[in-house]
């Protein structure tokens, strides 16, 4: 894992960040970066590396979780604030920090615009991960219509990525987002989450499923064009 001093700085919340450095450095626990493009950077925007692995680990393990999530929740504010004309180059780092900070709603703005950005590049674990992660923070929002649609949303996108990678778990999370959807109350996101649940269920032999799953599309159709006529008729 490397980092910037500037990073560095922000986190331990001082103007000069040198001396801390040096120690670590003298104690042969971080390094200078040695990589090309390095020399260009700006005074004070080098980046370290730890010597190893174990000790990074220790190190971020002997944080209590409160300070941990303290120090997340820094480093993802002080990125959106100096790197604001450039975030999509930072995605997965505000995602990253965010998903381990205590900010709920900052982790919700960037898992899902990094987990479509896997899932357009084919990196389809690396997109259910952000999606799977997203789904634990999207809990912790207040009750209500618009957490519901977030969460429906980020379940229909981690469906989509898994009915490519036959996870496991991609029945389960295709029946919670027609539950979801019955819970809405809304016809065409009900009809949505049933197809797929059909089709997938359709795939794997499950075929009573398959069929109560097109039945309820029929059903929400049904529904559906019932409350068309009434509105017309008003």
């Not at 950077?41 to 002997?62: I, K, P, S, W």
């Not at 207040?142 to 989509?160: A, Q």
């Not at 979801?180 to 795939?203: K, P, Q, V, Y």
Request: glycine residues 6%.
């Amino acid at each position: 894992l490397e980092f910037r001093r500037v990073l560095f700085r922000s986190a331990l919340g001082v103007q000069d960040a040198g001396p801390a450095l040096e120690t670590l450095q003298r104690r042969e626990l971080v390094r200078r970066a040695d990589r090309v493009g390095a020399e260009t950077r700006e005074e004070g925007d080098e980046e370290y590396g730890f010597e190893q692995a174990l000790t990074r680990d220790v190190a971020y393990n002997a944080l209590l979780r409160a300070e941990r999530r303290r120090l997340h929740g820094r480093m993802g504010y002080y990125i959106e604030d100096h790197y604001a004309n450039s975030l999509e180059a930072y995605l997965d780092d505000l995602s990253y920090h965010f998903y381990n900070s205590a900010e709920a709603e900052r982790a919700l703005v960037y898992l899902p615009r990094s987990a479509e950005r896997a899932a357009l590049l084919y990196s389809n674990q690396q997109a259910v991960l952000h999606y799977k992660r997203a789904l634990e923070r999207v809990i912790e929002l207040t009750e209500g219509s618009e957490r519901d649609h977030l969460h429906l949303g980020l379940l229909k996108g981690l469906v989509g990525v898994q009915s490519t990678t036959r996870d496991r778990d991609l029945l389960d999370n295709c029946r919670q987002r027609v539950e979801l959807a019955r819970r809405i109350g809304d016809h065409e996101l009900l009809i949505d989450a049933s197809f797929m649940l059909a089709h997938c269920t359709g795939e794997m032999g499950l075929f009573d499923e398959a069929r109560a799953a097109w039945g309820e599309i029929l059903a929400a159709r049904s529904e559906e064009h019932t409350s068309e006529l009434q509105s017309l008729r008003h």
